[in-house]
């Protein structure tokens, strides 16, 4: 059992204080929604938990299984087995999704050689163009590819935690249901994945069902309860909160 404990975490970004104190426990098979208004610092969070140039973290802890997250860079916090699908996934110009995959294998000791194979299925499985595993990192591909792209990646890598940014933007109905359903059957079975599912819509949250809703306002937690405060915030918005 894996888990991503956060407490009181702060950061700023260009010396604006943006994150003010989240305090949130995600555990292995548990799907945790967190939900809030644009500009509220979601993003932000999600960037600060990966290592993300830019942002600077000035009070507060992030540790996987007790390794502390915010002293190693980036790579080293996927390898602790934390996975970011990003709202905005970044072009990489001449390096190909089954370089990265290959490279992340051999860094945590499996073999690299199985790496085709696995994303081939994977592929299949989400209704993705084996074609566009060929093709440099979301370079020239669609905001709904880049999402399945990253879903793809996060399956074939296996990790113990992730993080997905709007992973629902861009999605139609069909691929919004099969990366749903690719990622809730990741919170099941022996290794299960621990999800912070950041998100606006509750389209995501009716395949991908949360365990736990967060209200995100003004840098921080406001309200946490179960799945039926996705309705309430559904009908009465977040204005009444932050
Ligand atoms: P959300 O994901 O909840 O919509 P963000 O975390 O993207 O919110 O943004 C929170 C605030 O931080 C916003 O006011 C945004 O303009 C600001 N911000 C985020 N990233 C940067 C950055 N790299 N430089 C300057 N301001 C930023
Ligand atoms: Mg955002």
Same mark, same amino acid.
Request: avoid cysteine.
């Given at each position: 059992?894996?888990?991503?404990?956060?407490?009181?975490?702060?950061?700023?970004?260009?010396?604006?204080?943006?994150?003010?104190?989240?305090?949130?426990?995600?555990?292995?098979?548990?799907?945790?929604?967190?939900?809030?208004?644009?500009?509220?610092?979601?993003?932000?969070?999600?960037?600060?938990?990966?290592?993300?140039?830019?942002?600077?973290?000035?009070?507060?802890? #992030?540790? %996987? *299984?007790?390794? =502390?997250?915010?002293?190693?860079?980036?790579?080293? @916090? !996927?390898? /602790?087995?934390?996975?970011?699908?990003?709202?905005?996934?970044?072009?990489?110009?001449?390096?190909?999704?089954?370089?990265?995959?290959?490279?992340?294998?051999?860094?945590?000791?499996?073999?690299?050689?199985?790496?085709?194979?696995?994303?081939?299925?994977?592929?299949?499985?989400?209704?993705?163009?084996?074609?566009?595993?060929?093709?440099?990192?979301?370079?020239?591909?669609?905001?709904?590819?880049?999402?399945?792209?990253?879903?793809?990646?996060?399956?074939?890598?296996?990790?113990?935690? #992730?993080? %997905? *940014?709007?992973? =629902?933007?861009?999605?139609?109905?069909?691929?919004? @249901? !099969?990366? /749903?359903?690719?990622?809730?059957?990741?919170?099941?079975?022996?290794?299960?994945?621990?999800?912070?599912?950041?998100?606006?819509?509750?389209?995501?949250?009716?395949?991908?069902?949360?365990?736990?809703?967060?209200?995100?306002?003004?840098?921080?937690?406001?309200?946490?309860?179960?799945?039926?405060?996705?309705?309430?915030?559904?009908?009465?918005?977040?204005?009444?909160?932050?």
């Amino acid at each position: 059992m894996s888990e991503l404990v956060v407490i009181d975490l702060h950061a700023t970004v260009a010396g604006t204080p943006i994150l003010k104190g989240v305090t949130l426990t995600v555990r292995s098979g548990e799907v945790h929604a967190l939900m809030g208004r644009n500009g509220s610092g979601k993003s932000t969070l999600s960037n600060v938990l990966m290592g993300r140039p830019g942002y600077e973290v000035t009070a507060g802890s #992030a540790t %996987l *299984d007790d390794v =502390d997250l915010l002293a190693l860079p980036t790579w080293e @916090r !996927a390898r /602790a087995g934390l996975f970011l699908a990003a709202q905005y996934p970044t072009e990489v110009p001449g390096v190909q999704v089954t370089d990265v995959l290959e490279a992340a294998f051999t860094a945590s000791g499996r073999d690299p050689a199985l790496v085709p194979g696995r994303m081939a299925e994977e592929a299949d499985a989400i209704g993705f163009d084996r074609a566009f595993l060929r093709r440099a990192v979301n370079v020239d591909l669609s905001g709904g590819e880049r999402k399945r792209n990253e879903t793809l990646q996060l399956a074939v890598l296996e990790p113990r935690i #992730a993080v %997905l *940014d709007e992973l =629902d933007s861009g999605l139609d109905v069909d691929a919004l @249901r !099969a990366v /749903a359903r690719r990622i809730e059957l990741a919170t099941s079975g022996p290794q299960p994945l621990g999800v912070l599912a950041i998100t606006h819509y509750s389209r995501l949250l009716q395949e991908l069902h949360p365990d736990v809703v967060h209200v995100f306002g003004d840098g921080r937690i406001l309200e946490s309860g179960g799945p039926e405060l996705v309705d309430r915030l559904e009908a009465e918005g977040y204005a009444s909160r932050a």
